[in-house]
């Protein structure tokens, strides 16, 4: 069984990119997070120790995503793919959508981004 929780619409401003002003200036980025996740625990027990905080997957996700400045998107969306998964074992895979609606292309357009979807590896037995 598989359940999601689901973060929308997570404002960031960063300095990612490949051009000079990007890395100076920084621009607006938004961040779409979906978690898998067994929740059978926390639908009966209503306790938060058996979820996974959504205010805390947040924070974690906004440092991971401002820690450094990438030049491509794909790199800071693994980050946060890398960072949620390490930092929340009950989370067994994650959809990071992240949103460049400022991107420096030369075209009229609504957004581009990327979406990275990643799934915790088993451990090996070694």
């Known amino acids: 069984m598989t359940d999601t929780i689901f973060i929308t619409g ?3 401003h960063a300095r990612h990119g490949v051009m000079e002003h990007e890395t100076e200036v920084g621009q607006r980025f938004v961040i779409d997070l979906e978690l898998s996740a067994d929740l059978s625990d926390s639908s009966r027990t209503d306790r938060l120790a058996d979820t996974v905080s959504y205010s805390n997957v947040v924070t974690a996700a906004t440092a991971a995503f401002k820690n450094a400045n990438y030049k491509l998107l794909e790199r800071a969306a693994g980050a946060v793919a ?9 989370v067994s895979a994650i959809k990071v959508t992240v949103h460049k609606p400022h991107a420096p292309i030369a075209a009229i357009f609504e957004d581009v981004g990327v979406v990275l979807t990643r799934t915790r590896q088993p451990k090996s037995h070694g």
């Open 10 to 12: 997570v404002v960031i």
């Open 82 to 90: 890398d960072a949620v998964l390490t930092a929340f074992p009950r």
